[in-house]
């Protein structure tokens, strides 16, 4: 069987590699993407990026680290729940205001959503 010379091969198992989509990888720490394009091998699972993929995953990154922010708050008590502030930024950003409902949605281990209900 000849190779095909414009694959991409697994350096380890020496099989052609298949473009897919990764549902969610970390280019940066802390910074995860969603539905980022890869190729895997079909043999040992290995991903690799290639140059062009590689420079998006760079842009994304930067446009999320540009729009994301966070805040740190303390966790206090008020009767028998736990409470944290919202910060005003935040607030305004969410237009949330006294008086809101919200909806908190548990995210796997990580922790929790808030979204305005």
């Given at each position: 069987m000849a190779k095909e010379l414009n694959g991409i091969?697994?350096?380890k198992c020496n099989v052609q590699m298949k473009?897919?989509?990764?549902p969610?990888?970390?280019?940066e720490e802390g910074y995860p993407l969603h539905n980022v394009q890869a190729y895997r091998c079909p043999k040992c699972s290995k991903v690799f990026f290639s140059e062009e993929q590689a420079k998006e995953m760079e842009a994304r990154t930067a446009e999320v680290?540009?729009?994301?922010?966070?805040?740190?708050?303390?966790v206090t008590i008020s009767g028998k729940s736990l409470?944290?502030?919202?910060?005003?930024?935040?607030a305004v950003h969410l237009?949330?205001?006294q008086g809101t409902?919200?909806?908190i949605f548990p995210v796997a281990k990580e922790g929790f959503m808030i979204k305005p209900a």
């Open positions: 091969y697994c350096a473009l897919g989509v990764l969610k990888y970390e280019y680290k540009e729009y994301s922010f966070g805040f740190e708050r303390k409470v944290v502030g919202i910060p005003s930024e935040l237009d949330i205001k409902k919200v909806r």
